[in-house]
């Protein structure tokens, strides 16, 4: 049981390049979360889906998509990155919107 | 928006001592959690408590919630250095529609052996 797993851990971009956070978990869960985490800050929500085929903006969804492919699998992509969008990327999946999540181990992405 | 607000944004103690967190919040919640991160991991949850629920207990932790003051607290009884981590707490609202998860800045602690 692997819980909440991401790739890739770590990735550096250029400017206006484009790429895909995979994201997925093996629990069954039915939401599905993309959060990112600057330096002293706390995490902030990019996209949810509150459950397979929906999917809704968080508080900071500018630059990004997101893709529920299945009840499993969550992706988040940056169709022309910026460097304002250096940051960890954080996936995290709960039973239902009202319980506790369950985080993978992030995503460190650097925009140059 | 960050919502919960812990305080204080960092706190350094003994090994044995306990250690106490604030977080206050604004609006009204469904439930209150608290998670634990350890320097470059992913978050761990550490307990949820509900709006109804006043202490929750888990182990070495203890949760309170006032919702009249709109704040809870978390203490760690007999810290370990193993306790070293950033602690948040997150909000859940009570609307319908309001379902969002919104994180504070965290309180980092340090545990000297």
């Known amino acids: 049981n692997a819980g909440v797993t991401q790739t890739p851990k770590f990735q550096v971009l250029k400017t206006g390049q484009s790429m895909t956070l995979q994201c997925a978990q093996d629990m069954n869960h039915n939401s599905m979360y993309w959060y990112r985490q600057d330096p002293g800050m706390g995490l902030r929500l990019i996209y949810y889906?509150?459950?397979?085929?929906?999917?809704d903006k968080g508080e900071v969804p500018n630059g990004y998509n997101v893709s529920r492919l299945n009840k499993r699998e969550f992706s988040l992509r940056l169709e022309s990155a910026a460097p304002s969008q250096t940051s960890v990327y954080f996936c995290?999946?709960?039973?239902?919107?009202?319980?506790?999540?369950?985080f993978g181990p992030g995503t460190r992405l650097t925009v140059t | 928006s960050q919502q919960g607000e812990e305080d204080p944004q960092a706190l350094s103690i003994q090994e044995g001592e306990n250690a106490t967190m604030n977080c206050s919040y604004k609006t009204s919640i469904n439930n209150l959690q608290w998670y634990r991160q350890n320097s470059g991991r992913g978050l761990v949850h550490l307990i949820l408590?509900?709006?109804?629920?006043r202490e929750k207990h888990s182990g070495r932790l203890r949760v309170t919630l006032d919702t009249s003051k709109k704040s809870s607290s978390l203490l760690i009884t007999a810290s370990r250095a193993a306790d070293t981590a950033s602690y948040f707490c997150?909000?859940?609202?009570?609307?319908?529609?309001?379902?969002?998860?919104?994180f504070g800045k965290g309180t980092k602690l340090s545990v000297i052996p």
């Open positions: 889906s509150a459950s397979e085929g929906t999917t």
């Open positions: 408590i509900r709006s109804n629920e």
């Open positions: 997150a909000t859940r609202g009570s609307g319908a529609g309001s379902y969002q998860l919104t």
């Open positions: 995290a999946s709960s039973v239902d919107q009202l319980g506790e999540q369950y």
